[in-house]
């Protein structure tokens, strides 16, 4: 049975850090690649970053770019992200996904991703 646990999520200032984490089961991490997506209320999901499986490449949107990094522990069938800098604008709920198969030409589409996790939600404010 696959199962995601994303956490990390929480109430932060404009400015401030999290880190997000993603762990899997039922599956294995290390032959999916693994994205990140955000739902701002009203709005689509959109794709923030992704992390190959074979290579550890990584991808990232304009607006987390520079100020983002995910990783990927595979012994612990973890992702993360780290996310700095915070703005009023990250508010959103996180979702990260799994691909077992994604390429340059599909890692932003969410129809590419096989399993998602519940998500985890993150609120910059005053």
């Known amino acids: 049975q696959v199962q995601f646990v994303e956490s990390g999520g929480g109430l932060v200032q404009p400015g401030g850090s999290l880190r997000l984490s993603c762990a899997v089961s039922?599956?294995?991490?290390?032959?999916?690649?693994i994205g990140w997506f955000r739902q701002a209320p009203g709005l689509e999901r959109e794709w923030v970053v992704c992390?190959?499986?074979?290579?550890?490449?990584?991808y990232y949107a304009d607006s987390v770019k520079d100020r983002s990094t995910i990783s990927r522990d595979n012994t612990k069938n973890t992702v993360y992200l780290q996310i700095n800098s915070l703005k009023p604008e990250d508010t959103a709920i996180y979702y990260c996904?799994?691909?077992?198969?994604?390429?340059?030409?599909?890692?932003?589409?969410?129809?590419?991703?096989?399993?998602w996790g519940q998500g985890t939600q993150v609120t910059v404010t005053p």
């Open positions: 992390i190959s499986s074979s290579d550890g490449s990584t």
């Open positions: 039922g599956f294995t991490l290390k032959y999916y690649a």
């Open positions: 996904g799994a691909a077992s198969s994604l390429t340059v030409y599909n890692f932003r589409s969410r129809a590419s991703y096989n399993y």
